[in-house]
């Protein structure tokens, strides 16, 4: 069973402080995406990352691929309240066909002003 | 470009029914996939269609059922609905050859009583 495990589970922090969360698992993933989640929406799609060591920006988001491609940081510059989400890192282990996502439980941001 | 639609928003069923729920994928995407997501835990795949077929299926007992029709929307059917199938029930959609990056729709929150 493959598995993703993301830490911490809950972060608060102040507005305009500086994060990162993890994405961690024993098994190799041929690509890892990040998705943030609203409560009653669906997951929106941030970044897919598919070499290792690939480093990927996103305005103030920064996403990193290990380089054995079992694992993934999220580095938020000078975090917004906008940035308050749920936080899913998924893994796929072929982008063609049965391409099934293995998602963690997900990381619960919350930023107050 | 339309994004993925689900429909309904909302159910209420009781245990021991039968449910459908549907899905539009996004335009020119052909893969359709269902994830079942519990409060406080990341989405399951329950299974993928691709070409109007079954093309990859998680844990799920064969009371989850689905269909792919061929404008690629797609149905997800629960029999026998019990306790536990009370989730969000998301679907996503993607192109082959670059499965891995899926498209979500807002969900279908399914409440069995």
């Known amino acids: 069973t493959q598995l993703l495990e993301q830490s911490p589970q809950f972060l608060s922090i102040q507005e305009g402080e500086n994060l990162t969360v993890y994405c961690n698992s024993s098994s190799v993933f041929s690509s890892l995406q990040w998705y943030r989640q609203e409560p009653g929406e669906g997951p929106v799609l941030l970044v897919t990352v598919v070499t290792g060591g690939e480093v990927k920006k996103l305005k103030r988001l920064t996403f990193q691929f290990g380089d054995a491609r079992k694992d993934s940081s999220l580095h938020i510059t000078a975090a917004q309240p906008g940035d308050t989400g749920l936080y899913l890192c998924?893994?796929?282990?072929?982008?063609?066909?049965?391409?099934?996502?293995?998602f963690g439980k997900g990381i619960t941001l919350s930023v107050r002003p | 470009e339309t994004g993925v639609t689900q429909s309904p928003t909302h159910l209420i069923k009781t245990r021991g029914q039968q449910v459908t729920l549907r899905c539009s994928s996004q335009s020119g995407h052909n893969t359709v996939s269902w994830y079942q997501q519990a409060l406080g835990q990341g989405p399951q795949f329950i299974f993928q269609y691709y070409r109007e077929e079954e093309n990859g299926r998680g844990n799920f007992p064969p009371r989850f059922s689905g269909l792919q029709f061929p404008n690629y929307s797609s149905e997800l059917n629960v029999n026998a609905l019990e306790l536990d199938d009370s989730a969000l029930y998301l679907c996503?959609?993607?192109?082959?050859?670059?499965?891995?990056?899926?498209?979500f729709g807002p969900g279908t929150r399914l409440t069995v009583l």
């Open positions: 998924a893994g796929a282990q072929s982008p063609g066909a049965n391409s099934k996502l293995t």
């Open positions: 996503a959609s993607s192109l082959i050859p670059l499965a891995h990056e899926q498209f």
